[in-house]
């Protein structure tokens, strides 16, 4: 349960990023949804390369299973870009998202064959394929990005929390999953989306997904997110680090280890940030349009709340 800008809503754990010997995971999908049903997750979405999964012939093993694929057309610069593609039909046309040698930029004709088919598109790992912030800004239609990835984690490229920012200070406020890209067993249990909604149903799944009713974690929890009259709150379990992220240098430390400079480690339930104060006119020449609060615990694990829009 979490109240989430006002509204009490459950959560559901859910890793929404999964390969599986449907492409090129070492797990079958019945085995892989086993692993994260034992580990206690809710909802799993199958993102196999270029193919789409037969969901009836899966054991959910309790849980709810949406079909998915991560399609692969040229990005232009870069010659093979990464789109997950959640709550696709199983005879989903996937010829628009194979990589063709001519290397025409073709991301856009994939967000928008998964959006007349009522899915979503995010953009995976954008680190790890080279993207810059301008050429994922150019696209329209895209539901988020990853904030982290943890099967890129072993090259170095599992966050990317300096291309979100990029992406909201030209405007861009798109919501961040964490997933795990789960291929074989050092990917699993890393990452994963608590969705905020009413029920485990793909209805209300897809649209708390699509709204941004969502937060992004390797560990914390959020117990609650509150905007009102330009006071940002949150409550959540034991962190050592609470800083609100905004545009250029505006980083709004809360708690954090050392930040009284004796050498304290902080454990903090608790923040509150107060939008008037920080962003008073006289208080700050840098115009700031977007705030976001990420967390860090003693053991190094983040997690994320989406962006809201600053007035
Ligand atoms: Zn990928
Ligand atoms: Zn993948």
């Given at each position: 349960m979490i109240e989430f800008y006002g509204k009490k809503l459950n959560t559901y754990r859910a890793n929404l990023h999964t390969h599986s010997t449907t492409s090129d995971g070492k797990f079958t999908p019945n085995q892989v949804m086993e692993l994260y049903s034992k580990a206690g997750y809710d909802v799993m979405c199958m993102t196999d390369h270029l193919k789409t999964n037969h969901?009836?012939?899966?054991?959910?093993h309790g849980m709810l299973v949406i079909s998915g694929i991560e399609m692969h057309p040229a990005g232009g610069r870069i010659h093979r870009s990464h789109l997950l593609c959640i709550?696709?039909?199983?005879?989903?046309?996937?010829s628009v998202g194979e990589y063709r040698?001519?290397?025409?930029?073709r991301m856009q004709e994939v967000i928008d064959a998964v959006n007349a088919e009522g899915g979503l598109c995010f953009f995976a790992h954008p680190y790890w394929c080279g993207f810059r912030a301008e050429e994922i800004a150019a696209?329209?239609?895209?539901?988020g990005i990853e904030v982290?990835?943890?099967?890129t984690r072993y090259i170095g490229r599992a966050y990317n929390m300096q291309l979100w920012d990029e992406l909201c200070d030209m405007g861009v406020l798109l919501p961040a999953l964490a997933v795990?890209?789960?291929?074989?067993?050092?990917?699993?249990?890393?990452g994963w989306t608590e969705v905020c909604c009413e029920e485990r149903t793909t209805e209300s799944i897809m649209a708390a997904l699509k709204s941004g009713s969502y937060y992004s974690t390797q560990g914390p929890r959020f117990k609650r997110i509150s905007y009102r009259d330009g006071i940002f709150e949150a409550e959540f379990t034991p962190v050592t680090s609470a800083i609100g992220m905004s545009n250029q240098c505006r980083g709004f430390c809360a708690a954090a280890p050392n930040l009284a400079g004796d050498g304290s480690v902080p454990e903090v339930t608790s923040c509150r940030f107060d939008m008037r104060d920080l962003f008073a006119p006289g208080k700050t020449v840098i115009k700031c349009n977007y705030f976001r609060l990420q967390i860090i615990d003693a053991e190094g694990r983040h997690a994320w709340t989406n962006p809201i829009p600053i007035p």
């Open positions: 969901i009836a012939d899966i054991d959910p709550d696709v039909p199983e005879d989903f046309d996937i040698r001519d290397g025409e930029n696209l329209n239609g895209l539901a982290y990835n943890t099967s795990d890209d789960v291929h074989r067993p050092r990917d699993l249990f890393l």
